[in-house]
């Protein structure tokens, strides 16, 4: 199981960081990924990071003001987004990988997903 924290309302230029809690034991054999859907469009690649943390790979939109990263002690995997902007503004969903590596960027790559948490930017 995924769940999904640390979505909310800030103004553009902001900071906010995601965090995915995971239940199970092999929850470092896995890439984890972060995707985004707003109203109206397709679940959108944000970022993947893979099982062991040392590789991680963004969409162009997000390269540079996102880090991804994770703890495997914790099971938890982070989101860190910085300088946001209006047009970040959608459901943010973590989801788990079926491989190790970041590899493998579509939705249909990965085989666990969580429920969700709203990032909202005002100009």
């Known amino acids: 199981q995924l769940q999904a924290s640390g979505g909310g309302l800030v103004q553009a230029g902001g900071s906010l960081r995601l965090s995915c809690s995971v239940s199970?034991?092999?929850?470092?054999?896995?890439?984890m990924g972060w995707f985004r859907q707003a109203p109206g469009k397709d679940r959108q690649f944000v970022a993947t990071?893979?099982?062991?943390?040392?590789?991680?790979k963004y969409a162009d939109s997000v390269q540079g003001r996102f880090t991804v990263s994770r703890d495997n002690a914790k099971n938890t995997v982070y989101l860190q987004m910085n300088n946001l902007k209006p047009e970040d503004t959608a459901v943010y969903y973590c989801?788990?990988?079926?491989?190790?590596?970041?590899?493998?960027?579509?939705?249909?790559?990965?085989?666990?997903w969580g429920q969700g948490t709203q990032v909202t930017v005002s100009s």
């Open positions: 199970g034991r092999t929850f470092s054999d896995y890439a």
């Open positions: 990071i893979s099982w062991s943390g040392g590789s991680t």
């Open positions: 989801a788990c990988s079926y491989y190790g590596s970041t590899n493998y960027v579509r939705a249909a790559d990965f085989r666990k």
